[in-house]
Every structure is written in structure tokens, then in C-alpha cells.
């Protein structure tokens, strides 16, 4: 396999949330960031009665999700508002800050009392939306009504935004993903005659234009997008689709130019902002002092050899992950390449999504079956192919693990980016793990030096798992640092600083 040779290094300028931080002062001055999600970015736990007698202060949890986890340091910072839906309990707004430092930002959290509204507009969002926009017509549900629901539920955001935007100058706001698509819609015609920047970021993949027309609303998602002044997406692929549609759908309403849509009046820039991670903390974490006995001790404690080698795969439990694939792609290596029988193993990290939606319950129920079958098919002397953790896994204990495996297999039939995969090489420096990257996961357009491999070719896919795994070191190594140069490169926070310099531009032109 031919490899170029790996550029000299080179950083984003910005490389910690304080770099972001200052940047942005620079920007935006003393103005706040408006930040809108439909899930928190801190949950509340109540502490059991013997600890609040010891401390009244909450313990704060911190869910998993690089992209909500960077911008809630950078608000840490520089102060500003978050809107989430509600799902813990605590006061509310909730104030969130550092340990012994000033309040730092405030969580407004949204309530949906209504059980119809909530179960409608949850519906919209998972049972339509992210099947087609995934391209998988086939798990798409519709119920009558839910449009409606989702409609109502991003005008209680919009409402407790523009509230919070007649209260303070803000220097941008900054909304997130399919389940607030229609946000803006109710919140520019509340702005005052100087409105601070509409900056909106779609997370997840933008299908082809085909797969729209099975969403009667689709001229609204669009017009709704298009509220906004800065539009991103994750790769050059998703930003022409969605151009693509916006021009069938809308028609003469619009003109475009370029990266730049002309609507209403108005001048929307649409461009691809890749999300990355933060490379420099899970490298201290893969080779920190702690980092190598956490990843043997939690082996240990699932049946695993430290010293046996193994694949590993880290997925929310979501028919988009690949996980039958994978498995197949497992059985057809096996079956083929036998002297990996006994030698190599997959540790599947899969908690559970949406565990209450039937249609995720019937697919969870058919991996953990596939699971099994394929164990008992292939188990040799104590030893199994598969040994699956349902739980997440913190980063403390996932970098070194992912730095001990010999590869991480990433089998998605569509992804937006998958971060995983950029964890991962984070911590190979100077190592030989591989990584086996689905083609169909966004992060293949950025990562082309990556081993790839098609979820849908069980066979093409293990003969290239096994021909990698054999290469030498040094091929394999040196693969890494070119891989690596990308991920340090296009990190979180060089993420943060495009988007902030791209709506900065917006707001003087």
C-alpha cells in the first residue's frame, strides 16, 4: 500500500477552550453566546441523603459528546445561555460554573408537561427524520399530527430565546441539529433591527435529494434552515446536497451563488465545518501514568486477556452504527482468515439508545441475539469473539484502551462525522493500531489515508481487516502519523475558530 509522506506537523492556532475563548472576546467583545440543544450539556443528580448532609452542593454530570462538552468549556468562559429540554431535576435556570469561580453561564431548562407533545415531537425527529436522513426509508414511521408537535416544541425554544435575547447583548446564537430545525422560524421575526448572527449546525448526514420526497414538510425544514445567516455542515458532500434541495424545493424563491444563498433578502452562507475532537486530552489519557493499568484492570473484569489482541468498537446501540454488519464482517474474517480464531476478539462498547421506542427495542433485541449466536459459533476453550459492554465507557478508561487495541473497527452505514474514529488515532502516537473506517461515515472524506472498508462487503471488508492486520509496524505506524496530522490539525477547537470567523465576517459585511 503506498503512503505519503507525512506532513510536517502543524496546529490549529487554537488548541484549549481558552484560546477559543480569547478569540472570541476578540470577535465579539463583551457580547454572550446563545446556545440552543435538545439535550443538556450537565445533567443534575441529587445526592443521597448522607452526602447532603456533608455537602449541599449537586453533583453535576457530564454527559458524553465532544461537540456539547467543548462548547460548554468555552461558555465556562465567556459566559452566556444555554437552552435545552428538560430531563433532571434542579433548579431552574440552573447555574453552571467552575468550582470556587463566578457563575459562568446558565442552563434554561424547557419542560414539556404534555406527554402527547413530547411523544409527537420526539417522533418527528427519530421516526422520520433521522431514518431518512439517513437514508433508511424503510424504519420510517409516520403518525398523524407529530408536525405539529415538533412544530410547537421549536417555538417553546424560540420563545425562551428570544426572552433571554430582549434581557442582554449577545454576540451570536448558535442553534443545533434536525430536532431544532424550525427554531429560527419563530425567533428572527422577535430580533430587534440589529439582531445578533443565526449561526446553525446540522450534526447529522444530508441525504440525497430522493429521500426527501418522503417528508411532506420538506419545503418547511429547509425554509427553516435558511432562517439562519450561518448554515454548517459536516462535510462538502452534505453541504451540496442540501443546496441541491434547497434549489428543487424552493425554486425561484432563491438564487445561489456558490456558498451563498440568496433568500428573502437575506444572505445565508452555507459551508462545511468538520467537528473534530480534542486530540491533546486523550493522549494524556492513553499514556498517563494511570492509563495503561485502567485499560488492563477493565479487561480483566470483562473475561478479556490483556495480552490477547482485540478490536474495538464504541457505538451508541443505533441501526446507523453497522452493528450486524459488523458482525457479519466478524463471522466472514473468522471463516476465512482462521488463524484468527482464538488469537482476536472485538470488545463492542453499545449502551443503549432510546430504550423506550419499540422500533430500537426490536433492533437491540436482534444484535444481542446475533451476538450470541455468533459466540457460541465460534467459541474455542474459554475464549469468545465478542465481548459486549452495554454501558459507557469514560474517557479516562476508553483512551487506553483504544490505544492498547490493535485496531478500532467503525462500521456505519451513514454517519454525519463519527468522532470515534478521530478518538482513536488520537492516541496512536507513535503506535500501530489500525483503523478500519466505513466509507460511509463522514469522517472517511477527511481521514483518506484510513484503512476503508464497505459494511455492506463482508468479505472485501475482512480481507482487508486481515491483510492490515498483518502489515508490519512500521507501515502501519507511519499510516498513523499522517492519520494524526489530520486530527490534530482539524481538531474541536479549530472547529470552534472557523465558525466563529466565519459569522464574525457575516455580522461587518
Do not use: C
Amino acid at each position: 500500500m503506498t503512503q505519503r509522506a507525512a506532513p510536517s506537523p502543524s496546529r490549529s492556532r487554537l488548541s484549549t477552550a481558552l484560546g477559543v475563548s480569547s478569540l472570541y472576546r476578540r470577535l465579539f467583545g463583551e457580547g454572550e453566546i446563545l446556545v440552543a440543544t435538545h439535550r443538556e450539556p450537565v445533567v443534575w443528580v441529587e445526592r443521597p441523603p448522607e452526602e447532603t448532609r456533608k455537602s449541599a452542593a449537586p453533583r453535576l454530570r457530564y454527559p458524553a459528546g465532544g461537540v456539547s462538552q467543548s462548547l460548554h468549556r468555552l461558555l465556562l468562559q465567556t459566559g452566556g445561555d444555554w437552552v435545552a429540554l428538560r430531563s433532571s431535576p434542579g433548579p431552574n435556570p440552573l447555574t453552571v460554573s467552575l468550582p470556587d469561580q463566578p457563575a459562568s453561564y446558565e442552563l434554561h431548562r424547557i419542560l414539556l408537561s404534555d406527554p402527547n407533545i413530547s411523544a409527537g415531537y420526539q417522533r418527528f425527529a427519530n421516526d422520520l427524520l433521522w431514518p431518512l436522513f439517513h437514508e433508511e426509508p424503510g424504519r420510517v414511521l409516520t403518525h398523524p399530527g407529530d408536525f405539529e408537535h415538533y412544530q410547537h416544541v421549536n417555538a417553546l425554544f424560540a420563545d425562551r430565546m428570544a426572552t433571554l435575547l430582549e434581557k442582554r447583548h449577545n454576540g451570536f446564537v448558535f442553534i443545533h441539529d434536525y430536532q431544532l430545525a424550525l427554531v429560527a422560524r419563530g425567533l428572527r421575526p422577535r430580533l430587534s433591527k440589529n439582531p445578533p448572527p443565526l449561526a446553525f449546525f446540522w450534526h447529522i448526514p444530508w441525504p440525497r435529494h430522493s429521500f426527501l420526497t418522503e417528508i411532506p414538510e420538506r419545503a418547511d425544514i429547509v425554509r427553516g434552515l435558511l432562517e439562519h445567516d450561518l448554515l454548517g455542515f459536516q462535510t462538502p458532500l452534505y453541504r451540496d446536497r442540501f443546496l441541491e434541495s434547497a434549489s428543487e424545493l424552493l425554486g425561484d424563491e432563491i438564487r445561489i451563488r456558490r456558498q451563498t444563498v440568496l433568500w428573502q433578502g437575506r444572505k445565508i452562507h452555507v459551508g462545511d465545518y468538520p467537528i473534530g475532537v480534542d486530540p491533546d486530552r486523550f493522549e494524556s489519557l492513553a499514556q498517563g501514568p494511570e492509563g495503561p493499568g485502567l485499560a488492563r484492570k477493565f479487561l480483566r473484569q470483562v473475561g478479556m486477556d490483556p495480552e490477547i489482541p482485540f478490536l474495538i468498537s464504541v457505538d451508541r446501540m443505533d441501526y446507523t452504527k453497522g452493528f450486524l454488519k459488523r458482525l457479519e464482517i466478524l463471522e466472514t474474517l473468522f471463516r476465512r482468515y482462521p488463524e484468527h480464531v482464538g488469537s482476536l476478539r472485538l470488545l463492542q462498547i453499545a449502551p443503549p439508545t432510546r430504550t423506550t421506542h419499540p422500533p430500537y427495542q426490536s433492533y437491540q433485541t436482534r444484535v444481542r441475539q446475533a451476538v450470541r449466536e455468533t459466540n457460541a459459533r465460534w467459541a474455542r476453550d474459554g475464549w469468545e469473539p465478542i465481548v459486549t459492554i452495554e454501558e459507557t465507557v469514560e474517557h479516562r478508561t476508553l483512551a487506553p484502551l483504544y490505544r492498547l487495541a490493535a485496531g478500532a473497527l467503525v462500521t456505519s452505514t451513514n454517519d454525519g462525522m463519527n468522532l470515534v474514529a478521530k478518538e482513536y488515532l488520537a492516541t496512536q502516537k507513535d503506535a500501530g493500531g489500525t483503523l478500519f473506517l466505513s466509507r460511509y461515515a463522514g469522517a472517511a472524506h477527511g481521514l483518506r489515508d484510513a484503512v476503508l472498508i464497505d459494511p455492506y462487503d463482508p468479505e472485501g471488508s475482512a480481507r482487508i481487516i486481515h491483510t492490515a492486520l498483518e502489515e508490519p509496524l512500521a507501515i502501519r505506524s507511519g499510516r498513523n502519523r499522517i492519520l494524526r496530522e489530520e486530527v490534530l490539525r482539524h481538531n474541536i477547537y479549530e472547529w470552534m475558530e472557523s465558525i466563529l470567523n466565519e459569522v464574525h465576517d457575516l455580522k461587518n459585511r
